[in-house]
């Protein structure tokens, strides 16, 4: 198995008292494969994703890719986050070669983002600043810059859970060909029910206090998918009803919180 996580939990110490966040998480991810981790706002969902990157520590439990633990980050795990946090200073291609200059010559680091930058369709756009272009291109300019890092695993957390609707489905549409044309595993963290039955292999849909893997959902649609939405009804429907439980724990808990104030 390429990414294996075994009997994972994790607490946090919140004012004074530790808190279970997540428990007894287990999940296996072949190579190859499109994850999406789906659950309530706070069942734990980034900080799963922020394990599997080794930039927050496991309370207990294993995980492991491709057989070695994972203990701290790594250059074959890429991640990109809701906000593309590009440095104002350099153009577009300066940001995506950035990562890379350590590691090659100045020209060969320019050929490898023009290329990512092709890939996400903004190689029209590499001289521009980070300000000319709007939040979804600059959402872009992340995933070619985590992208030119060759990372074995993608780790996407609400990529796109800023952007309006259209741009959110143009998005939607560039990750599915570079994960066509790549064939990297992603593992990718949303709220959003009709964005994991887009882009997912599988669906993890999970449950709150303290987060719990409460399904885990296979779609084998072929690719590029263009399912109708009466296709894809049942699992919508399977899933919201797994969801409602939850959400109704979030709010009850919300409500008890603001009473108490
Ligand atoms: N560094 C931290 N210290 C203490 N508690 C934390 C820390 N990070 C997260 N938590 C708590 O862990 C729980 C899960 O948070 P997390 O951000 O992983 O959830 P999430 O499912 O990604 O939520 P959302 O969808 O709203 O982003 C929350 O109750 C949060 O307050």
Redesign the pocket.
Known sequence: MFLTINNLNKS???KGSS?L?LSNINLDVREGEFVSIL??????????L?IVAGL?SASEGNIELSGTPIKGPGKERGMVFQQAALFPWLTVLENVMFPLLPVMSKKEAAEKAKHYLQMVQLGSYTNHSPHEISGGMQQRVAIARALAMDPALLLM??PFGALDEQTRSRLHEILENIFIETKKTILF?T?SIAESLKLSDRIVV?G?QP?TILDIIELDFPRPRSQSKEELLSYEEKIQALLKSEIDKVTEKEQKHAASR
């Open positions: 946090f110490i919140n808190e966040v659950g309530p706002s706070g069942c734990g969902k980034s900080t799963l922020s927050t957390d609400e963290v709220h999970m709150t987060g």
